[in-house]
């Protein structure tokens, strides 16, 4: 039977090897080491264990993965040829190890038993270093997954392989993000290696300045206490608002009567994008997902569904509904995008193929939710019948519809029937909007846009009239329409 025994030669000091790990490697079985550059290597000669280094795949590859990929490989056909192996690597084989993970998958493809044998880890010396306990919380993160993997500001953070400056500067500046840049962090380097042991505390914002990061570094972030930080943090706050002892006003509030908020909150997003005003959108997206959270929360109180439930649901849904970015990147087709789009979402709500290929595009327009104001229902309902052909062809063809309309709004007033009137009224509305959706633009946006532009004339009119010492009362509509052209040029 072939066999990988799996060893850890610890962080850093020969007295973190332990005896079993030591008796492994001075058996006669071939030592294989991930690398030499760690600090046991001296002993590792004076006790004359013989190996070989896998160190010469770093620098005949061009990734870390590739690295890893040809060790495994080594290893895999080494042992097939061999009866017992050794495979040691710095630290605990289970802790940050890639090439064990790959080595544990291989093996067992390849019908290679295999032993782990526990080490001393670098988080325990760190640990030891900090003089901190574990069991209060702490996350560890790889440098290398910060983005995938970010830290939460209210439990203390170890992140591991900050290995030289460059990493340090981008790890700064995705940290910077999340916690203020004058917090204080701690830099340990060369932890458990007795007399080279060095803990810094700098501010975050000083974290690539440190000439003396190397290999053997990482960085510690303590927690910040009784702080509301990030999206848990936002949850939390909303629990307590919600709690008992929070606040009598949140706690009166029901998903119906938040509606109005929502939607409120919702156009004040649009006009910071209509303003550019950047830092005002920062603020507004944030009441736009406080909404969100509030109705989680009170669906959780009900045991309905929870944030997590809403977060997760639609992450499915992204991936579902994008096959050519998760699923088969090759068969990406621009211009099928949206139908594709069109075919999963129906698919989800349970419609047969049959139905897909003759979908029943009125069913369609029916379900476009009726709280929507009634210019982007009507954009809808033509984008939808557009997706059959039933369209103009180009805006200007639509346009014409617009004279057709208004002649026919005319004809009705002058028959003085109100029921024909309203009707050819919303047919002219109607045919607005399609004018516009053929022009690309989003009638509520630039009907908003028109209304502004009114309201900013009206004001010069009154600035007009306060000039001459009068109100807009004092005018006739002559007068009114000739104040009005007047701001028109002002």
Known sequence: MHHIDIVGLGPGSPGQITLETLTLLKDASPNFFRTTIHPVMDF????????????????????FEAVYDQIVATLIETAKTNEKLVYAVPGNPLFGEKTVEKLIVAAKAAGISYRI????????????SLEADPINGLKIIDAFDLFKNPPDPRIGTLVTQVYDRHMASELKLQLMEIYDP????????NSGIPGAEKSMEVYLYELDRIDDINHLTSLFIPAEIDVYQGFQGTVELMKALRAKEGCSWDRSQSHESLRSYLLEESYEVLEA???????????????????????????????????????AGINEKMIRRHPHVFIDKASFDPDQVETNWDAIKRLEKGESIAAQENPGLASEMKKIPKALPALMEAYKVQKK??????????????????????????????????????EELGDLLFSVVNVSRLLKLQPELVLRKATEKFIA??????????????SLNDYTFEELDEAWNRSKGL
Not at 298 to 307: H, M, P, Q, T
Not at 391 to 409: G, N, Q, S, V
Request: aromatic share 10%.
């Open 44 to 63: 590792i000669r004076q006790e004359a264990i013989t190996y070989q280094s896998f160190d010469c795949y770093y620098e005949q590859e061009n990734s």
């Open 117 to 128: 044998y526990p080490g001393v880890s670098f988080v325990d010396v760190t640990l030891n």
């Open 182 to 189: 004058e917090k204080r962090v701690v830099l340990l380097i």
């Open 273 to 311: 994008i209509d303003n550019q005003d950047w830092d005002n959108l920062a603020e507004e997206l944030g009441d736009v997902l406080f909404q969100i959270v509030f109705h989680a929360e009170i669906a959780s109180e009900a045991g309905r569904f929870n944030i997590n439930q809403v977060i």
């Open 385 to 422: 019948a557009a997706k059959v052909g039933f369209d103009w062809p180009e805006p200007t063809a639509a346009l014409e519809k617009i004279d057709e309309e208004t002649l026919e709004l005319r004809a009705a007033m002058a028959e003085n029937d109100p029921q024909k009137v309203a």
């Open 457 to 470: 004339r009206f004001g010069k009119m009154e600035e007009v009239a306060s000039q001459e010492n009068k």
